[in-house]
Structures are given as C-alpha cells and as structure tokens.
C-alpha cells in the first residue's frame, strides 16, 4: 500500500488550497478514504472521510471545524484522494495525511503528509 500526498503550502488567511493524494497497492475503490491532520505539538485530528462510491458521492463527513469550508472526493478510476480548503485560517495549519479506511479506522495506513502552513 502506498499513499503519496501533496498539494501543501504556505497561505494567507481567507486563501485557498488543494490536496491530493496518488494511491497504490490496493483496490481504491473499495474502501472508504480519510484526511487527517497533526498540527504542531498535537495528535492526529480527523478532517474529513468519503465512503465508497463515486466521485460526487453524498457519503462524505467533515469536522465540525471545518464543514463548510473543505471539501473531500475521489476519482475511483484515477485512484486518487482530494481535499479542497478554502477560507484557510491558521488554527488549520498542520501535516496533513490521507489515510485508507473510514473515520473510525486507525489511521495506521497513511501517506508521509504534507505540510500546510496559514499564516499573514
């Protein structure tokens, strides 16, 4: 299994950002899919998860603190993972890790992350 995220950054509050995440070793389309994130000093905190079917599929969950702002899919035939942050603010600064299984899983069987940094 083989999970590679990237699309981090430094941004300005109120700006906006995209993830992605390539995967690999395992048949994407059949499990659910997660974000988390560690912000510095912290644990890992859960974003956002997708469950199993297609690119605009309703089964999707968010954080309180950022429903509304981020926005999780999946493209099944490409494999691949998205999040889309808007309206960033600096309490999201943090690694931020895709990870295989729902929201209850244990995030063992994640990516190296990558870094988002909001700052002025």
């Known amino acids: 299994v083989h999970l590679v995220e990237s699309g981090g950054g430094l941004v300005q509050p109120g700006g906006s950002l995209t993830l992605s995440c390539a995967t690999s070793?395992?048949?994407?389309?059949?499990?659910?899919m997660t974000w988390v994130r560690q912000a510095p000093g912290k644990g890992l905190e859960w974003v956002s998860s997708?469950?199993?079917?297609?690119?605009?599929?309703?089964?999707?969950d968010y954080a309180d603190s950022v429903k509304g702002r981020f926005t999780i899919s999946r493209d099944n035939a490409k494999s691949m993972l998205f999040l889309l942050l808007n309206n960033l603010k600096p309490e999201d600064t943090g690694m931020y890790y895709c990870a295989q299984g729902g929201s209850t899983s244990d995030y063992n069987v994640r990516g190296q992350g990558t870094q988002v940094t909001v700052s002025s």
């Open positions: 070793g395992f048949t994407f389309e059949n499990y659910a």
């Open positions: 997708i469950g199993t079917f297609d690119t605009w599929s309703r089964n999707t």
